[in-house]
């Protein structure tokens, strides 16, 4: 009797596809998964750029917010102002010159302004308006 030697041949070279499988299989899933990762941090990062952008804006809100209640009284000395989910805590300090400071935040993230003016007249012109730290 003859020997099917066709069927020996084939059959020592199974298992070559299902190794070349599994490392397209491993290298498809490590790319796949590095791109969720910069996709991930992408999209944290904007975040706390868009809440950084936001807390200037409300301490600008507490800076205008002052300079109107300092017209109005000047004793005026500061207040919490809520906005939404931030807060502006703003403080006044001085009577010639005055200085406003407002810090506003949400959750940890923090941006402060200060301005400087001179009361005259019901008149309250700036000196200086800068970002601070």
Do not use: P
Not at 21 to 50: E, R, Y
Not at 51 to 65: D, L, R
């Amino acid at each position: 009797m003859k020997r099917n030697t066709h069927f020996f041949k084939f059959s020592t070279q199974k298992g070559q596809a299902l190794i070349s499988l599994l490392i397209f299989t491993t290298i498809a899933t490590t790319v796949t998964a590095g791109a969720v990762a910069v996709t991930i941090i992408n999209s944290q990062s904007t975040t706390k750029f868009t809440q950084g952008e936001t807390v200037y804006h409300v301490a600008e809100a507490g800076i205008e917010n002052a300079i109107l209640r300092l017209l109005r009284d000047r004793t005026y000395s500061g207040e919490i102002l809520n906005v939404d989910s931030a807060t502006a805590t703003i403080t006044v300090s001085g009577s010639g010159t005055v200085t406003i400071t407002s810090e506003g935040k949400i959750g940890d993230n923090i941006r402060k302004i200060q301005v400087t003016g001179t009361m005259s007249n019901n008149q309250f012109s700036i000196t200086a308006w800068n970002e601070i730290n």
